[in-house]
């Protein structure tokens, strides 16, 4: 939520907010981050009742959830980047904003929007920065990929529990097929 709502605004400051491009990526980062949230809910709901008296997630559904983690949060941070633009990686230090010399000129060339101050721009480029390429990036991605195991043991995980004769019967009754 922190990323998108950072691409959100870092849009505006841009003047790049009312772009359809920019909205339709805007809505791609906030159905694949919702995906991820909605397939822990069905997890949580189609849960079983275990003899302890505790709840047993839905296995199929958990291992999607955890598969989507290691997938959707790198287009989401990608996206965040390309909509950022490349000024989030070219931002001078700010020794550079404090310096007598190079200080006024970067305040006035970096003003894009009367919406947002040089300083706002810079604080939510180093935020976006942080999240997808510092040290932020390590709990956000690498966390991603490696914190619920494996992807392919997910993917063996949906495998085994995807019931691939039921859907293949389910075709075939649908098309009238008798026997093959």
Known sequence: DVLIGAAAT???????NKASHIKDKLVEMAYLNENIAGTSLAASYMSTRTDAGNFQPNVLMANICKHNVTRFPYEIARLAQDIAGGLMVTLPSDQDF??????????KYLRVSPKATVDNRRRILRLIENMTMGRNAVGYLTESMHGAGSPQAQRVMIQRLMELNDKQTYAKNLAGIQAD
Do not use: C, R, S
């Open 98 to 107: 404090e310096n007598k010399v190079t200080g006024p000129l970067l305040q």
């Open 10 to 16: 870092v849009a505006d400051y841009h003047g790049i």
